[in-house]
């Protein structure tokens, strides 16, 4: 088979290989559309994991089963999949310790494009199809619909990671398709005033759409202090990470009041320490938390993300902002999704 593959750190190239078998409990995937995300440029061209030779990218896709093993009930040739980026190994430790995303080894439920071959290839393997894989329905296109395999669930873990309540003051730091779903999580979850840090204009229009009251254009001047400003001085309850650098939960940690949270899902590919100011933090003491973490995966979560759309409660139009036709096409989307000219929000390859 063929797949669009890191070949080392800084560069990437088509490869062919041996379609990968399927084992008892797992399912074969050919891709219906693909999206290629920020992490895919961390990946390759920051080297944030490490060197990876001739591994397939790709972790986000909508797919049709091709094979399944003996022991899988719910799922058949032919029917059409919602694929998360996390496929957890569900009889693991970790996962029955409530972080599936971890069994393994820190990060080791990020399978594709990290430990085994992405889904930029024109086959992928997905372990333990029951309980990774989901139905697509049929209300739903298939290119929005790879916005629920990353996308959705890593934003809404933002809001969930900052724990965010009814009528609380929510800054989201970084507004791109990642940061866009944590704006739409926790308005979704009930917050008053959110905050919407970024500069590219679809993006603030698309912010405004999913919730935000505010905008923040970080060239504009110091973020904490535009926040200190709308806020009269007070903060934020809550701030949502889905952008910027090792130095920005300085800033989260600056703008937040005592007893509010920080939910971190920002993938941070370059630097060595995380900064944290001492005297902001309360000296250690300020009940200023920092959470932070890779989103579930998992059969259940896509289903009831996929719910949301189904009732209209979550529109993905917005964040598919250039579509491509034909798999050959996966290469040139990255590179786009690299480039990040000014209209771009995500690229979508539909097969």
């Known amino acids: 088979m063929k797949g669009l593959a890191m070949k080392r750190i800084g560069e990437i190239g088509w490869v062919k290989k041996e379609a990968p078998e399927c084992g008892p409990c797992d399912a074969l995937v050919k891709p219906l559309a693909m999206a290629p995300c920020t992490s895919d440029i961390h990946t390759v061209w920051e080297g944030a994991?490490?060197?990876?030779?001739?591994?397939?990218?790709?972790?986000e896709a909508v797919g049709e089963v091709v094979e399944v093993g003996p022991m899988v009930k719910d799922f058949k040739p032919g029917d059409r999949v919602i694929v998360p980026a996390i496929t957890p190994d569900w009889m693991s430790v970790e996962a029955q310790a409530g972080f599936g995303m971890h069994s393994g080894g820190m990060l080791a439920g990020w399978k594709f494009s990290n430990f085994k071959d992405g889904v930029f290839g024109e086959l992928f393997h997905v372990n333990e199809a029951d309980g990774n894989l989901a139905l697509l329905p049929d209300s739903i296109d298939v290119a929005e619909a790879t916005m629920l395999c990353d996308m959705v669930p890593t934003g809404f873990h933002a809001a969930e990671l900052a724990d965010v309540k009814l009528g609380d003051t929510v800054c989201c730091i970084g507004i791109g398709p990642v940061g866009l779903m944590a704006?739409?999580?926790?308005?979704?979850?009930?917050?008053?005033?959110?905050?919407?840090?970024?500069?590219?204009?679809?993006c603030v229009e698309a912010a405004k759409g999913y919730g935000a009251t505010d905008t923040i254009n970080y060239k504009e001047g110091d973020i904490v202090d535009q926040v200190m400003e709308k806020t009269d001085g007070k903060g934020v309850d809550k701030v949502c990470i889905a952008g910027g650098n090792v130095e920005t939960m300085d800033q989260a940690i600056r703008m937040l009041k005592p007893g509010g949270k920080v939910g971190n899902v920002n993938y941070l590919g370059s630097g060595d320490y995380v900064i944290v100011p001492r005297v902001e933090w309360g000296c250690g003491m300020s009940h200023k938390f920092i959470h932070c973490g890779l989103m579930p995966g998992g059969r259940l979560r896509m289903e009831k993300l996929a719910s949301l759309v189904e009732v209209g409660k979550l529109d993905l139009k917005p964040l598919v902002t250039h579509t491509f036709k034909g798999f050959d096409k996966v290469e040139e989307a990255l590179l786009l999704m690299k480039e990040k000219p000014v209209d771009l929000i995500k690229p979508v390859v539909v097969v």
């Open 49 to 59: 994991i490490g060197e990876r030779t001739d591994m397939i990218l790709g972790h």
């Open 183 to 202: 704006v739409a999580g926790a308005n979704l979850m009930g917050a008053s005033h959110i905050l919407a840090v970024g500069s590219r204009p679809n």
